[in-house]
């Protein structure tokens, strides 16, 4: 049994990363202000307190990314801290939202692996997507785009990751011939 795995470019990894950075950010912003102008001294300690963990979180981030080690923080780990100091400081609505970006990080983050076996692809939609070979026209790698053309007039087309995709483009497109040829004999 031939099988190809091949992963997609994730396309809106830097959106992500760019709008979870900039809501940790706002969620900072926010401690820093309750910290200065609350009026509650015991309160306003509460919020300080989280400020120096998050800003310790901050230097070991950048320690770790410096020192280049298999060990790094990302925004998830800021998510989850943000979470745990709005519960210490019983804001707990405010704990929603780092709580629903933390939850729905494995999600934005995952790998887009496309699977391509003798019965069937596998596509990493959500939830993921089994495609018979009975339902293409064609499918095509090339110059790293991934073509599949659906008998419905659909088509999905997008960039592989070639860093992390090492396939013989020819082997491939024989394989799917081959496929799409064997499901047309059956028919």
């Excluded at 307190?49 to 979180?57: D, M, S």
């Excluded at 020192?67 to 804001?91: C, P, R």
Aim: proline residues 2%.
């Amino acid at each position: 049994m031939q099988k190809f795995e091949i992963t997609l470019k994730n396309e809106k990894l830097k959106l992500y990363n760019r709008i979870s950075w900039l809501i940790v950010f706002i969620h900072i912003i926010i401690f820093l202000y309750l910290g200065l102008f609350s009026k509650d001294r015991y309160i306003a300690g509460g919020y300080r307190i989280n400020l120096i963990i998050l800003g310790a979180a901050f230097l070991l981030k950048y320690y770790l990314q410096r020192k280049k080690t298999k060990w790094q923080i990302n925004v998830e780990a800021f998510f989850w801290l943000l979470m745990i100091a709005w519960i210490t400081t019983q804001q707990y609505w405010l704990s929603i939202i780092p709580a629903v970006f933390f939850s729905l990080s494995p999600f934005a983050l995952r790998k887009f692996v496309v699977t391509f076996s003798d019965e069937k692809i596998y596509y990493p939609s959500f939830p993921l997507k089994k495609i018979d070979w009975k339902e293409l026209n064609n499918t095509i790698l090339k110059d790293g785009l991934l073509t599949i053309d659906f008998k419905n007039n659909k088509i999905i087309q997008q960039a592989i990751d070639e860093n992390r995709t090492t396939i013989n483009e020819k082997e491939f497109n024989e394989f799917c011939t081959r496929q799409l040829g064997s499901t047309a004999s059956r028919v």
